[in-house]
């Protein structure tokens, strides 16, 4: 796209331009960053004027700065310089609406000076928001210019976390077994989510070491179920015993080793076992994302082979359509989007895709092998000739193995901001499997994605929270 100016001695009296902007809150947390107005009116995360309604109201001078666009980009266009700016505001707009900008040209001064007409209205009544006028030196060249290159940004924002914990909160608490939450984080994230009512939990571990992070984090225990087993290996077999006695509906990691817990639930006698791998799965919230990301298995699976990546599959699948994904669309990830012989896991995308097709796989939509790129962006797929109904949309991603998918999950939360839930499927009920870099927002939404996902799978046996 050509961006192109208009001289001083081009432009004429009465000559108008006009852009079409839509507002949205991203749009309106850049411009709290980039201004240091932190008004919670603009934010849609508070309320802020204490009526029960978070406003999203646009910031005034965001609106009034759409006319620096036209200015700086169509009337007089690139060249252009500002000597002042008034403005009149009418009325409020809100985050969703089209705003039409226009500036016309009122008066040519001397020296290269230029009096415009500038106004922003809402499309949807035509209301007047914001007028005034501009007084720019304008440009004595010609110039013209590609649409020029700007740096992109991504506001880190979780939003998809935030529906997801909004949907486990309308779902009575799930009694969650903890198995040694003996420092801050981990007992911190399950004391955050008693208090955000997603989580009932009984905390199995050093009593000791428990109270003492309680301290450190300034929290009261009162009312907490506080079972003491100092022994990490007893504490894990405890917690699978309370699911065995209809005492718990999920088991939460906290302060040991993921195989002290894994080998308890995996025991033979009253364990976890449902005939179905154990898998895991990472739901993530990657900032500027339109929906939320399945990564798949980057924790317990080392090397699948194809029986074990059915039950990755499926249970990636579940867990999807758990969270609100009604028809999960999930790439088989290769290094390439042909089956190559010498390429294991292109075989293994092909068959596993084909499996879906014939019902072996069931309740979403299956397709690979699909490199990276021609599974996420939308572009690359027709660069590549893929027409599916996967292909650059993919919301669930499997890798070939644990390295690939280890990676992959880190990449997204060390790279682009991601922020990544972690579940193990696969056993009689969701096994919370958390790491101790995560914070609160992921702690906090691996219990909800589990409650979710026991409600889902329990038969509906969870039943949502009257309307108040």
């Known amino acids: 796209m050509m961006i192109e100016n208009r001289t001083y001695d081009e432009l004429a009296v009465g000559e108008e331009a006009r852009l079409k902007r839509i507002a949205r809150e991203d749009d309106f947390l850049v411009f709290a960053n980039a201004s240091g107005n932190h008004n919670p ?50 009325d409020r707009t809100m985050a969703g609406d089209e705003l039409v900008v226009c500036v016309r040209v009122v008066e040519k001064l001397p020296e290269h000076v230029v009096r415009l007409a500038t106004e922003v209205r809402r499309t949807s009544d035509d209301r007047l928001l914001v007028e005034g006028e501009a007084e720019v030196t304008a440009p004595v060249k010609k110039l013209r210019f590609n649409v020029l290159e700007v740096p992109g940004l991504v506001v880190q924002r979780h939003t998809h976390f935030e529906r997801i914990i909004e949907m486990a909160k309308a779902l009575p608490p799930i009694v969650t077994a903890i198995v040694a939450p003996e420092e801050p984080r981990s007992l911190g994230g399950a004391l955050l989510a008693k208090a955000s009512g997603v989580v009932t939990p009984i905390l199995i571990g050093s009593a000791d070491l428990i109270r003492a992070a309680a301290r450190e984090l300034g929290e009261e225990l009162d009312g907490v179920e ?3 087993e100092p022994d990490h290996a007893l504490a894990a077999h405890r917690a699978v015993d309370l699911v065995a006695e209809g005492r718990a509906d999920a088991v939460m990691k906290g302060h040991l080793h993921t195989e002290d817990l894994l080998r308890a639930a995996l025991r033979k006698e009253r364990g976890l076992r449902t005939g179905r791998r154990f898998t895991h799965v990472f739901v993530m919230d990657v900032p500027g994302l339109a929906h939320p990301l399945l990564v798949t298995d980057a924790a317990v699976n080392i090397q699948p082979d194809l029986r074990t990546k059915m039950d990755i599959v499926q249970n990636a ?44 796989i069931t309740g979403g939509l299956v397709d690979g092998p699909l490199a990276m790129d021609n ?34 999950a880190k990449q997204l939360t060390y790279l682009a901001h991601a922020e990544g839930a972690g579940l193990v499927l696969g056993a009689s009920v969701p096994i919370i499997l958390t790491s101790r870099s995560d914070d609160d927002m992921a702690r906090l939404a691996s ?16 039943k949502m929270r009257a309307a108040e």
Request: aromatic residues 4%.
């Open 41 to 90: 009116m603009h934010l849609g995360a508070y309320d802020g004027d204490g009526d029960g309604v978070p406003e999203i109201i646009a910031p005034s001078l965001w609106v009034g700065s759409l006319i620096s666009a036209v200015l700086g980009n169509l009337l007089p266009g690139p060249g252009t310089l500002y000597r002042r700016q008034s403005f009149s505001f009418h």
């Open 226 to 228: 506080l079972i003491d």
């Open 317 to 360: 699948i579940d867990v999807a359509l758990s969270i609100g994904i009604d028809e999960p669309k999930v790439g088989v990830l290769s290094a390439v989007e042909t089956v190559n012989p010498d390429m294991p896991s292109s075989i293994d995308a092909a068959l596993l895709s084909k499996m879906a097709e014939r019902g072996q």
């Open 375 to 408: 599974a996420v962006d939308m572009a690359a797929a027709r660069t590549k000739g893929l027409h599916s109904p996967v292909a650059g949309r993919a919301e669930v991603l499997v890798v070939p193995d644990i390295d690939a998918g280890n990676m992959l």
């Open 447 to 462: 219990c909800a994605v589990a409650a979710l996902h026991r409600a889902r799978t329990a038969g509906g046996a969870r």
